[in-house]
């Protein structure tokens, strides 16, 4: 992609505007928080005071905001540590302008790397440098540093006990990830009976699994109906890939597929009912011909082999579902000793050394995180120095505008931007006009800027210009009550924020951090991981009585979070305004649908593990160690842009198959298996007609 289309395309969906569910409430919430600052500190007669004091009430609730799943009043409190700290610090150093810029390049540095824990991490990281660059405009003693620091804490203990004093939706977040989970299965089901190969987006599923993660003191008052649900999403996935695909469940034509639709739409139904109920915390509500269905016909069952036996696994997951949903929201039991190993949140404490192992993994040249980094606190620098050189006031909304919007890969960096600077032209105009025209006293453009901060709040995930436009009215009316003059202010703030969104724009052209050139590396840890959790399920059918579970399901853990590094990383890559080198675009998508067909193919065999006391498969025990260094061998080509040979386990599975008195379904599903190897090295080897054929594949699954 050339630079100018780049460009165009990343202004473009900075400027958007989404429809999104707005929460009022919480925002009323998070913006009398910021009242409850402004006007003590008004109170007590001091309007300079309450311009930047009223920041830690603000940043806090922007953090509380965030899709997280830790308790909020937990994050705020953590931001009002990093927020006091990095306050009283920087005025420490503010006298002297070379410490200052020293201070202020090692912190950004260090917020920078906080993008590594986590995307909330990295925003509070951001608020923290923010604050910093606002203490310029302390009062000159190390009392009144002291005083506006517990200030700042003081906000976010603010936001902290509005949040327990006045609970909205508890457990919400943890709600609607479940919810969500469950509805991406009914979609899932519904797809499949006009697509028995339709893909599967397993985000949702990992949503669910980190917001069943508590800590000990969660898990004794989590709700009931947050406990099991979960678990039976994620064994209904492979039961209805298993009972939908044409080669090891029912025919494509026929009575059989006509079963299979209505079981498909009735487990839509009943798994949407249960997100409804799970969402809302009410019971389940179930049509009644949806159970009908569900039920076995008074002619029979209609279904046989392996359709049948994951036709009743699902009728007895589906009823499990509503089971356990329909038990009294409110009630409580004790968590399992399973549950505490497995889904145990550790403490705030307990995520330091998490931290630093983070940290330490991305300490490394090649690194987007620490690039990143080193690239914001350069700016951050450069933009203080330039903002105090011009003659303008409030020099620090240069680097504050280019802190703000840098993100670690290219397309989030450009699009907030341009956003930024289009939101604030429209937010100084409106703000600047308003007290242009009435001159309203401090006390009224207090209540203008917490009306800015509600409006912030209200409308944060529509879009990064709507907010910008809502937070420079904040700042504009905030500096009102200070008795600012709106014409300064107004000019100040377009000049400043532009060209602190040229110096991020420009930082990225200097110094970026492509994510084109790692596709190839995504693409063999994706395949790599894929081939754990086929190797782990072909073992199972070799050995069944050393199945082990637990592997099987940290293989597909593992498979699913390669899968979704390779889906951000090649949604990253096709935004830069870079060569493919060795990985085409037409390339990239036909690999990535492969290897998507590889792990559906896979999690069907899940469906159908033997049990314990079954026969050993020597079949399956041939394929898989033949399969094991194949899978490695292609890995490094893959890295290496070598070419990908199936020939050594395609023979092993002939033999097989000659062997075999009987198409079991391991056997088949390592033919599908082979089928979307194959696929994979199609793709790679010529980037034209590799997607095609995986469709192609897709859709002749059944031959």
Not at 382 to 400: I, K, V
Not at 579 to 590: C, E, F, K, V, Y
């Amino acid at each position: 992609m050339t630079w100018p289309r780049a460009l165009k395309q990343t202004a473009r969906s900075g400027l958007t505007i989404e429809r999104a569910k707005l929460t009022p409430v919480i925002a009323v919430r998070g913006a009398a928080g910021v009242a409850v600052v402004i006007g003590l500190c008004l109170w007590r007669g001091d309007p300079a005071l309450a311009v930047s004091s009223a920041f830690g009430a603000f940043a806090s609730g922007l953090v509380t905001f965030q899709r997280s799943m830790r308790p909020r009043p937990v994050l705020a409190l953590a931001v009002a540590g990093g927020l006091a700290l990095s306050t009283f610090l920087g005025y420490l150093a503010a006298a002297h302008l070379v410490l200052f810029v020293a201070l202020l390049a090692g912190w950004t540095v260090l917020a920078g790397m906080a993008w590594a824990i986590g995307p909330v991490s990295g925003l509070a990281g951001t608020q923290t440098v923010a604050i910093m660059l606002v203490t310029v405009t302390l009062p000159t003693s190390v009392l009144g540093a002291l005083q506006h620091a517990a200030l700042i804490f003081f906000g976010s203990l603010v936001q902290a006990t509005l949040i327990v004093v006045l609970p909205v939706r508890p457990w919400g977040v943890q709600r609607d990830a479940l919810a969500d989970a469950l509805a991406a299965e009914a979609d899932y089901a519904r797809r499949l009976r006009h697509d028995p190969v339709a893909p599967f987006d397993p985000a949702p599923l990992m949503d669910a699994r980190l917001a069943s993660e508590v800590t000990p003191r969660q898990a004794r008052r989590r709700p009931v109906q947050l406990h099991g649900p979960r678990g039976l999403a994620e064994r209904v996935r492979p039961v209805l890939a298993s009972l939908a695909d044409p080669v090891v469940g029912a025919p494509l034509e026929g009575p059989e597929r006509d079963r299979v639709r209505d079981l498909l739409q009735a487990a839509g139904t009943v798994l949407d009912a249960v997100a409804h109920a799970v969402r809302h915390a009410r019971p389940v509500r179930l049509p009644p011909e949806a159970m009908a269905t569900l039920e076995v016909p008074a002619s029979g069952p209609m279904l046989k082999g392996a359709a049948r036996r994951s036709a009743y696994r699902l009728i007895s997951l589906l009823v499990d579902a509503v089971e356990l949903t329909d038990e009294p929201v409110r009630a409580t039991r004790p968590t399992t000793a399973a549950e505490r190993g497995h889904l145990l949140r550790p403490s705030v404490p307990r995520l330091v050394p998490v931290a630093l192992r983070a940290l330490h993994r991305e300490a490394r040249w090649s690194s987007r995180i620490l690039r990143h980094a080193l690239r914001v606190g350069a700016v951050a620098c450069l933009g203080y120095l330039l903002g105090t050189a011009l003659p303008f006031g409030h020099g620090y909304w240069a680097p504050l505008t280019s802190v703000m919007v840098m993100r670690p890969d290219f397309g989030q960096t450009y699009s907030r931007g341009v956003a930024r600077f289009s939101g604030t032209l429209v937010g100084v105009a409106i703000s600047g006009a308003l007290l242009a025209l009435a001159h309203p006293g401090p006390s009224v453009c207090a209540g203008l800027a917490v009306i800015c901060v509600f409006l912030m709040y209200l409308l944060m995930r529509t879009g990064v210009s709507v907010t910008s436009a809502c937070v420079a009215g904040y700042v504009i009316f905030l500096l009102g009550i200070a008795g600012e003059g709106w014409e300064q202010t107004v000019e100040e703030r377009i000049v400043l924020t532009l060209l602190g969104g040229l110096l991020a724009l420009l930082s990225y052209a200097l110094f970026p951090a492509w994510e084109t050139p790692k596709l190839r590396d995504r693409l063999a840890e994706w395949l790599e991981a894929n081939g754990r959790y086929a190797l782990a399920l072909f073992d199972s059918c070799a050995r069944p009585a050393g199945r082990r579970p637990r592997q099987v399901r940290e293989a597909l853990l593992d498979s699913r979070a390669a899968r979704v590094a390779w889906e951000e990383s090649e949604a990253r890559a096709e935004k830069e305004p870079v060569r493919h080198r060795g990985l085409s675009r037409t390339a990239a998508t036909g690999a990535g649908a492969a290897l998507a067909t590889m792990g559906r193919v896979a999690m069907i065999l899940e469906a159908h593990l033997p049990d314990k006391d079954a026969e050993p498969s020597p079949g399956a025990a041939a394929f898989a160690a033949e399969l094991r260094p194949a899978l490695e061998r292609a890995a490094r080509a893959v890295r290496e842009r070598g070419r990908l040979d199936w020939s050594a386990p395609r023979a092993v599975w002939e033999c097989w198959d000659a062997a075999s008195e009987s198409q079991g379904v391991a056997l088949r599903v390592a033919d599908l298996l082979l089928d979307a190897l194959d696929d994979l090295a199609e793709a790679l080897s010529a980037g034209t007609g590799g997607h095609s054929r995986v469709a192609r594949g897709a859709r002749d699954t059944g031959r």
